[in-house]
Structure formats: structure tokens, C-alpha cells
């Protein structure tokens, strides 16, 4: 049972949005900043969001991410088949003086 | 583009050791945090270890390899090494050699990742 929490799968068709949501608590999201991954099985998994909604260059603005109090979601808009892939939330939390990652949610486009 | 390029992963019988080590190709690697992230079949990413910049002598171990694991790093080499011991069934999975950017938890380069088996 990872400590911040991800539901384990979200759906969406091309073209539509779908929004990841990240639950944690005040010792990890509500105190640290939240950073998201993207994760095709079998390639490295990739940076999409830092410090809660800041984008590496080279990732497309229909990806975003927004934190309040102890939760963070990963939005993404205009779907694409690309995007079937693993989202991992990630924090620091300062109890437990450890990096987490959240349970990972399994995107089906 | 920094690379990491890790090595010694395979198979393994209970109880057995292996070594894993991710050579940098980057010029800042004795100013940067290195760490092994697992995942074993069907389950989630997960932090093993990471250990801080010469000077500090930080590391980190999760719960499951505390006792067992062992993190180095040779800053001449640019490499970073973990040592494995005392392995189970539960340490299979693919470990990728993780490069921290600025502060944990990001992640600024992964290696491609290398997959360690323990089986009878």
C-alpha cells in the first residue's frame, strides 16, 4: 500500500481529457512539492511535471499538473494513443525522510 | 544528454548476491545524487537506495533492503554501484539507475534499466 495514493486505472478515448488524481498527506504533498511520471513498460520512464506544475521542455502543454493542500492531479487533454502508458505520482516525505512514489495509475486510450 | 549505462544485472538463486553499477556520462557526476529504482513484475516504481554527494556520505535505503543493500559511489569512475545480498524472490524486477536533478524525488536521467531474477 503505497503511501501516496493513485487510483490504478483511468480510461479515455482521442481527443477527450482525463485527469490523474494524487492523495497524500501533510508530510509528503501538503509540505513538498509533486512531480509526475510517465511510464511506457519496458522504456525509462519520463519526467512530465516538476514542482507541481512546471513542464520539462520537450513535453506538450496538453499535459499540466495543479496541487491543493495534500493532493495533486495530472491533467491531459486532446488524448492520444500515445498516451496509454503507467502515471506515477511522486513527493518527498519529510516523516518518513524518504522519496515516494504513488501506486501508479494505468492510462487506457 | 547525460547517459547512464548500468550493468550486472541477471539471475540469481535465493540467498545469492549480485552487484548492479550505472556508469554517468555526465560532467557534474561528484556535484549530483544517484539512486536505483525498482519495479518488480506488475507492481509500481519504487526507491531501493540513493546516495548524496561524496562530502555528505548520505544514503538511503528502503525498509526491504535495509541490512541487505549496499550503495556506492567512485566519483573518478563516475559510477554508482549497489550491492546486493541475501536476495529473494521478492528483489526481482527491472532496477534502473536514476540521476537526481536539483532535489529528490526528481529524476533527470534514467538508465534504460537492468533486470536482476532470483529463482531456484
Known amino acids: 500500500q503505497s503511501v501516496l495514493t493513485q487510483p490504478p486505472s483511468a480510461s479515455g478515448t482521442p481527443g477527450q481529457s482525463v485527469t490523474i488524481f494524487c492523495s497524500g498527506t501533510?508530510?509528503?504533498?501538503?509540505?513538498?512539492?509533486v512531480y509526475w511520471y510517465q511510464h511506457v513498460p519496458g522504456t525509462a520512464p519520463k519526467l512530465l511535471i516538476y514542482?507541481?506544475?512546471q513542464r520539462p521542455s520537450g513535453v506538450p502543454d496538453r499535459f499540466s499538473g495543479s496541487k491543493s493542500g495534500t493532493s495533486a492531479s495530472l491533467a491531459i487533454s486532446g488524448l492520444r494513443s500515445e498516451d496509454e502508458a503507467d502515471y506515477y505520482c511522486?513527493?518527498?516525505?519529510?516523516?518518513?525522510?524518504?522519496?515516494?512514489f504513488g501506486g501508479g495509475t494505468k492510462l487506457t486510450v | 544528454q547525460v547517459q547512464l549505462v548500468e550493468s550486472g544485472g541477471g539471475s540469481v538463486e535465493p540467498g545469492g548476491s549480485l552487484r548492479l553499477s550505472c556508469v554517468s556520462s555526465g560532467s557534474n557526476f561528484k556535484y549530483e545524487y544517484f539512486g536505483w529504482i525498482r519495479q518488480a513484475p506488475g507492481k509500481g516504481l519504487e526507491w531501493v537506495s540513493y546516495?548524496?554527494?561524496?562530502?555528505?556520505?548520505?544514503?538511503f535505503y528502503s525498509d526491504s533492503a535495509k541490512g541487505r543493500f549496499m550503495i556506492s559511489r567512485d566519483d573518478a569512475r563516475k559510477s554508482v554501484s549497489l550491492q546486493m545480498n541475501s536476495l529473494t524472490a521478492d528483489d526481482s524486477g527491472t532496477y534502473y539507475c536514476?540521476?537526481?536533478?536539483?532535489?529528490?524525488?526528481?529524476?533527470?536521467?534514467w538508465g534504460k534499466g537492468i533486470l536482476v531474477a532470483v529463482s531456484s
Open positions: 514542482i507541481n506544475d
Open positions: 501533510r508530510s509528503n504533498i501538503g509540505g513538498n512539492h
Open positions: 546516495i548524496a554527494v561524496t562530502s555528505t556520505g548520505d544514503t
Open positions: 536514476a540521476r537526481v536533478e536539483s532535489q529528490l524525488p526528481r529524476v533527470g536521467q
Open positions: 511522486a513527493s518527498w516525505d519529510a516523516r518518513l525522510r524518504a522519496p515516494l
